[in-house]
Each structure stands twice: as C-alpha cells, then as structure tokens.
C-alpha cells in the first residue's frame, strides 16, 4: 500500500457494515437501559439544532461539507501595529476517512501543557526604519513603516516551515484577535504535508480539548478550550444545508490481560505519531460478543504516551448508564439483541466502555 488511506479504504470496503437502529431493547421492561439514538457530546447543540443523520445516508461527498468558507476571520490588520506581537497558530485538519468528517487541531507541548504553537513576530516598521535625509543636511529623520498593508501570510511564513513542508497562501483562513497584541491565526493543512517528525505534538480532536481537556493524560492548556467557546464556528464542520455534523468522542483501545482491562499501547519503535496500527482483532465479551472495545478514560498512567488513540461516533449506540448495573445477571437473555444497535457503552469494574460491532464508526487518530 502506498499510503495509509489507501490501506484504510481496503479494510473498509471488506469490512464495514451499518447496523439500522432499533430501540426495542431499551424499551423492554425490567432493563435498566437508556437508548440514545442521536447520542451527541454534553455541552455541544441541542437535538433540535443537530440533523437528523441515519447510517444508511451518513456518507458526505466531496464538496458536501464546508469549514470556515463563509470567511468568518479577519483578513487583514484594522488598526496600527508598530511594536512585536504574540500569534498562535491554529493548525487544522479535516478528516474524511469515515462516513462522517471530523476535524483534527495540531497542539505542542510546552511546560507540561499542550496549546497552539506560538511566537513573537515584529513588523517590519520595528525592524527597518526608513532614514530620510533634510533638504540642508543638517540632520536624519526616522519614519517607521505603517502597520497598514501588513502581510500576515509573508510575516508568519518563516516559522510555518517549520511545520507546513510546503505552505500555501490558500490555507490561509484568517486570524482571530485575542487582544491587541496577541493573535490566532488559522491555517487549513487538511491537504499539506505536516511534519510532526520533530515536533513534540500531535493533532487532537475537540473532544479532548473541550471535555477532556488533556491529551493522553496531559493538560492542554484553558485557553484553547475557551477559543472555541467564544468562536462557536470554529467548532463544527457544517453540511450542505448548514447544520452542524457530529463531533466523536476520543477513546482508548481496550485488550484483555487474563481477567483485566488495560489500554492497548504501540510497540517499541513504532513511529505512533505517523503510523497506524490497523484494525485489532475484537474480543469476546460474555454479554456484548465479538465487539471492539475501548474506554473514554485512560485504564493507566505509566504509559499515556504509547496509548493508541481514537476517534468514535456514538451514533445509534445503546448506553447503559448504572455503574452498578450487574450485566450478566440482567442481559444475558438478550445477548443477540445488542446487535440492533452499531455498540454499547456499559461499566464494567468501574470502567466507562464503549463496544462497537462495526468497525466503519471509529478509527486510529
């Protein structure tokens, strides 16, 4: 395989599957149950506000979707700037690689805490003032080149090669203003090559920086979580008709070590930051069957950094809320029922778990 899509594309095309909803489960009595059929992350948009989406038309074409395209960023400076200024760089994704898109945003550890890269940047008014000379010679003027007309694309370009291999001016959406001084500026690299080889970061989703807010265990900084808030836009890829689409959940791989639960990690001198690791075999769970299983937290500490990370839609998918519900005791009954819905998410031992039965709703950040 040439590339990693490609590789995904086979799997997919053998195995995924959808599953039609049924809520008949939930409603049976003497279940201690709850069935969500558009589940969406706390916080995020009412039902009212969110599209009806079935499995069987989830799929979004090419052209379908749309992020920041009405051109809801600044362009260009409204004020004079004459002294240096702090710009964080909002480095974007879109990810098509399953039925619904979802966005990625490149975050940099610093002191222990994840943000937006940032630097200093001084205009060129600071840099190179302009020697005039009076008629009589008598003395040197200086005039400092005006803010106005400022390039912010030519002024950040130095350190987008860092990582942007080959910036363009496209991927330039704008920037926002935090105040006078500091700035985020926004760059689309949904189809530019990225170097994270020597860069401490990843690209994490919204889940993880708006719930979660840390990223494998590790802080991300408030700030960024606050910039969505205030921006709501920045927060959701629309559709054709401008609804809003679903935004996954972050999860971590789940394999059994004799009778416990512990998080899947990469093996020693795999490249986790470029490489993935394809689809697991699923386990065999005495309720739920063969399914792929994950938890919404971290099972363990010691190894955060090696945790394989994913990205889940939660769509059609029956939660069992009562950590102390006793599954077998209660479920075993229907053990074939389950496969109504496209998973579960259940506690088991304390553990908040989602289960899939399709591999087409979920995949390796």
Same mark, same amino acid.
């Given at each position: 395989?040439?590339?990693?899509?490609?590789?995904?594309?086979?799997?997919?095309?053998?195995?995924?599957?959808?599953?039609?909803?049924?809520?008949?489960?939930?409603?049976?009595?003497?279940?201690?149950?709850?069935?969500?059929?558009?589940?969406?992350?706390?916080?995020?948009?009412?039902?009212?506000?969110?599209?009806?989406?079935?499995?069987?038309?989830?799929?979004?074409?090419?052209? %379908?979707?749309?992020? &920041? #395209?009405?051109?809801? +960023?600044?362009?260009? !400076?409204? *004020?004079?700037?004459?002294?240096?200024? $702090?710009?964080?760089?909002?480095?974007?994704?879109?990810?098509?690689?399953?039925?619904?898109?979802?966005?990625?945003?490149?975050?940099?550890?610093?002191?222990?805490?994840?943000?937006?890269?940032?630097?200093?940047?001084?205009?060129?008014?600071?840099?190179?003032?302009?020697?005039?000379?009076?008629?009589?010679?008598?003395?040197?003027?200086?005039?400092?080149? %005006?803010?106005?007309? &400022? #390039?912010?694309?030519? +002024?950040?370009?130095? !350190?987008? *090669?860092?990582?942007?291999?080959?910036? $363009?001016?496209?991927?330039?959406?704008?920037?926002?203003?935090?105040?006078?001084?500091?700035?985020?500026?926004?760059?689309?690299?949904?189809?530019?090559?990225?170097?994270?080889?020597?860069?401490?970061?990843?690209?994490?989703?919204?889940?993880?920086?708006?719930?979660?807010?840390?990223?494998?265990?590790?802080?991300?900084?408030?700030?960024?979580?606050?910039?969505?808030?205030?921006?709501?836009?920045?927060?959701?890829?629309?559709?054709?008709?401008?609804?809003?689409?679903?935004?996954?959940?972050?999860?971590?791989?789940?394999?059994?070590?004799?009778?416990?639960?512990?998080?899947?990690?990469?093996?020693?001198?795999?490249?986790?930051?470029?490489?993935?690791?394809?689809?697991?075999?699923?386990?065999?769970?005495?309720?739920?069957?063969?399914?792929?299983?994950?938890?919404?937290?971290?099972?363990?500490?010691?190894?955060?950094?090696?945790?394989?990370?994913?990205?889940?839609?939660?769509?059609?998918?029956?939660?069992?809320?009562?950590?102390?519900?006793?599954?077998?005791?209660?479920?075993?009954?229907?053990?074939?029922?389950?496969?109504?819905?496209?998973?579960?998410?259940?506690?088991?031992?304390?553990?908040?778990?989602?289960?899939?039965?399709?591999?087409?709703?979920?995949?390796?950040?």
């Amino acid at each position: 395989m040439s590339s990693k899509r490609e590789l995904r594309a086979v799997l997919l095309s053998k195995f995924m599957s959808w599953i039609k909803p049924k809520d008949d489960l939930a409603k049976k009595e003497g279940h201690d149950v709850s069935y969500e059929e558009n589940a969406m992350l706390e916080g995020e948009i009412t039902p009212d506000e969110m599209k009806e989406i079935e499995p069987e038309d989830a799929d979004y074409v090419v052209g %379908s979707t749309s992020y &920041l #395209d009405d051109d809801p +960023l600044a362009q260009e !400076f409204e *004020t004079k700037i004459d002294t240096p200024f $702090t710009v964080h760089f909002c480095f974007y994704k879109i990810v098509d690689d399953l039925a619904t898109p979802f966005l990625e945003f490149y975050m940099e550890k610093n002191d222990g805490v994840y943000g937006f890269p940032k630097t200093t940047i001084t205009p060129p008014s600071v840099l190179e003032p302009i020697v005039e000379v009076d008629e009589t010679n008598a003395k040197n003027t200086e005039e400092f080149h %005006s803010s106005d007309g &400022l #390039d912010i694309y030519e +002024l950040c370009t130095p !350190f987008l *090669t860092n990582y942007i291999l080959t910036p $363009t001016r496209e991927s330039y959406k704008g920037f926002l203003e935090i105040d006078e001084n500091t700035f985020v500026v926004v760059w689309n690299c949904t189809n530019l090559e990225f170097n994270l080889e020597n860069q401490d970061g990843l690209f994490v989703i919204l889940d993880e920086i708006l719930h979660k807010d840390k990223l494998l265990g590790e802080p991300i900084d408030a700030q960024v979580g606050n910039l969505f808030r205030q921006h709501e836009y920045m927060k959701f890829i629309l559709d054709k008709d401008g609804h809003p689409v679903r935004i996954p959940i972050c999860m971590y791989q789940v394999e059994k070590d004799g009778v416990d639960y512990e998080n899947s990690v990469y093996e020693e001198g795999v490249n986790w930051k470029t490489e993935e690791s394809g689809f697991d075999s699923q386990l065999d769970h005495p309720i739920f069957g063969n399914i792929y299983l994950f938890s919404t937290d971290l099972l363990e500490t010691n190894t955060s950094q090696n945790v394989k990370r994913f990205a889940g839609f939660t769509q059609d998918v029956l939660y069992i809320m009562n950590k102390n519900f006793a599954l077998e005791e209660n479920l075993v009954a229907n053990k074939e029922d389950f496969r109504d819905f496209t998973g579960v998410s259940f506690y088991e031992n304390g553990v908040e778990c989602m289960a899939f039965y399709t591999n087409g709703v979920f995949m390796e950040l």
